[in-house]
């Protein structure tokens, strides 16, 4: 069904406030038009690109919240927190993140990604990873979005608290890692 340019504009700005974290890819797919159009409406009415949406979101909330390092400091962009409980980092795959030869992302950005998630996580002024435990369960392209996802699993004999994050690539699972934190405070029960 094709849509008048303001009809379509109008379901874009409604779409993407209820679901501000959308790709112009996706968009464009909803709307049955190409990414350029997509780009030009969101031109047209003022709406920041994705990665811009999501910094917006995370400075403004998330530096409120943060307290064991700053959020300029997380690999990748938190989109949901709730400290000492869970949250979730958007990172998308771009040619720094890439081995140039073969256009697959190297480990220690995956990694990054995770270590720092479940940093920002820990609620206290200092939070150190003690130990990891990883698996990279397939490799990422160039391009591809990672979402990392970390749980508060409680703490471990040795007073850590254990952190797990997956990693998913649109609902496939591509890296689990479990995080032993050192923090500076016990956590008060």
Do not use: C
């Not at 501000?20 to 690109?49: C, G, H």
């Not at 949406?53 to 938190?78: F, M, P, Q, Y």
């Not at 869970?86 to 995770?114: C, T």
């Not at 699972?173 to 956590?187: I, N, P, Q």
């Amino acid at each position: 069904m094709k849509r008048s340019k303001q009809e379509r504009q109008q379901l874009l700005k409604e779409t993407i406030e209820q679901t501000p974290f959308i790709t112009d890819d996706d968009l464009a797919k909803k709307f049955n038009v190409s990414i350029q159009t997509i780009r030009l409406d969101r031109m047209e009415l003022a709406i920041p690109e994705l990665r811009e949406r999501i910094r917006s979101v995370a400075t403004n909330h998330w530096n409120e919240k943060v307290k064991a390092l700053a959020i300029d400091d997380v690999i990748g962009d938190i989109i949901d927190l709730e400290l000492d409980q869970r949250a979730i980092s958007i990172l998308k795959i771009q040619r720094e993140h890439v081995f140039s030869r073969n256009k697959i992302a190297r480990g220690h950005h995956l990694f990054a990604q995770a270590n720092s998630l479940a940093v920002a996580l820990i609620n206290d002024d200092l939070a150190l990873t003690a130990k990891v435990v990883i698996k990279f369960i397939r490799q990422v392209k160039e391009y591809e979005q990672v979402v990392a996802k970390a749980v508060v699993d409680g703490k471990t004999a040795k007073g850590l608290t254990k952190v797990n994050v997956n990693s998913f690539v649109q609902n496939e699972l591509v890296f689990t890692g479990e995080f032993h934190m050192y923090r500076s405070t016990d956590e008060k029960e």
